[in-house]
């Protein structure tokens, strides 16, 4: 980045480097819906242009959520989200005791998750996800 600064009629240019961050946290929520389907909704951190999900031998490159048919005999799975190269990050996802979902009409699952129907955002820049069923 290029800063120009002038003063009394002088200026002078100067040359910075800049260096940002992105600070990536893989986090998937897991639901067991009545028909029996698992659905994951990606609720990872930072920014990222690349998810892939791993669920036994199940393979997605699904950006926000995944839906899977059938978990017989898998535990467990894993997410990956990136943005580049060198910043990815990984969570494991434990199957086994994942919130059930019963009744019937429609479902909702937010992150961060609702309170009593209530969504808190405690930073303005954080995002909201809203996936209905």
Do not use: C
């Not at 897991?30 to 892939?52: M, R, V, W």
């Not at 999900?53 to 894993?78: C, F, N, P, Q, V």
């Amino acid at each position: 980045m290029k800063v120009r600064v002038t003063n009394n009629g002088v200026s002078n240019s100067k040359y910075q480097t800049i260096h940002v961050k992105n600070k990536l946290t893989a986090n998937a929520t897991a639901y067991k819906l009545p028909d029996g389907k698992i659905y994951l909704l990606n609720t990872s951190e930072g920014s990222y242009n690349k998810t892939h999900w791993e669920i036994g031998t199940a393979i997605s490159e699904s950006l926000s959520s995944y839906l899977i048919d059938d978990i017989s005999g898998t535990l467990t799975g894993k997410i990956t989200v990136s943005s580049n190269e060198n910043e990815i990050s990984t969570q494991e996802i434990n199957l086994a005791n994942i919130v059930s979902m019963s009744g019937t009409g429609v479902f909702y699952q937010s992150f961060p998750q609702s309170n009593n129907d209530i969504i808190t955002v405690k930073n303005p820049s954080d995002t909201i996800l809203i996936s209905m069923l």
